[in-house]
């Protein structure tokens, strides 16, 4: 199976990469508006986005559409020591700064937020399949998160339309994600509690 996610995580990335940076911003926009068109996303209060890293879906512009809709929206820090995730309000690029391998992370002012069942979690990954199943970049950070202080939130798999396969391979640790959301389809996976459910 390592030798299968490796393959598939050597396969993808290489044509993520090919992407230039304005079919990546294009395509970006795309997959923002289905991510904030999901009735979950609407009805949050509050978003954890990842913050965008080298050929990723550009987050930046999840960022500056969820404050302008007056949502609150946090960010995560790694903390290496103990191998988790930690996440901290952002409001603005001024206040995130680059962190572990180069990667934006907010600045760690006041506590850390506590997510809850009415949070939506935007999860990264190199490779999402239509049943939930995701392949990372291999740290175990964020299936840690999604089965730890996560575990109530909504996750939502953010993605080209390139990433996404019918079929990946799941070891016992993987946490799958509720929905994926590419700039071609949504696919849901399991809905989450609305308000009045």
Excluded at 85 to 91: D, K, S, V
Aim: aromatic fraction near 8%.
């Amino acid at each position: 199976m390592l030798k299968d996610k490796k393959a598939i995580r050597e396969s993808i990335l290489a044509a993520r990469n090919r992407l230039t940076e304005d079919e990546r911003r294009r395509l970006s926009l795309q997959v923002r508006d289905r991510f904030f068109a999901l009735p979950e996303v609407v009805s949050a209060r509050r978003l954890l986005l990842f913050l965008s890293f080298g050929s990723e879906v550009d987050t930046w512009l999840f960022l500056e559409h969820a404050l302008s809709l007056g949502k609150e929206v946090a960010a995560p820090v790694t903390l290496r020591q103990t191998r988790e995730l930690a996440f901290y309000p952002i409001r603005s690029r001024d206040e995130a700064a680059p962190g572990h391998w180069g990667i934006y992370e907010p600045k760690m002012e006041g506590e850390p937020i506590l997510p809850g069942g009415e949070d939506v979690v935007a999860v990264p990954g190199v490779a999402f399949d239509r049943r939930g199943r995701r392949i990372g970049y291999g740290g175990g950070y964020y299936d840690r998160f999604l089965a730890g202080k996560g575990a109530g939130a909504w996750k939502v798999g953010i993605c080209f339309d390139l990433q996404l396969v019918d079929e990946l391979p799941q070891a016992e640790h993987d946490v799958p994600v509720d929905a994926v959301v590419t700039e071609m389809e949504t696919v849901v996976v399991r809905k989450g509690r609305l308000p009045g459910d």
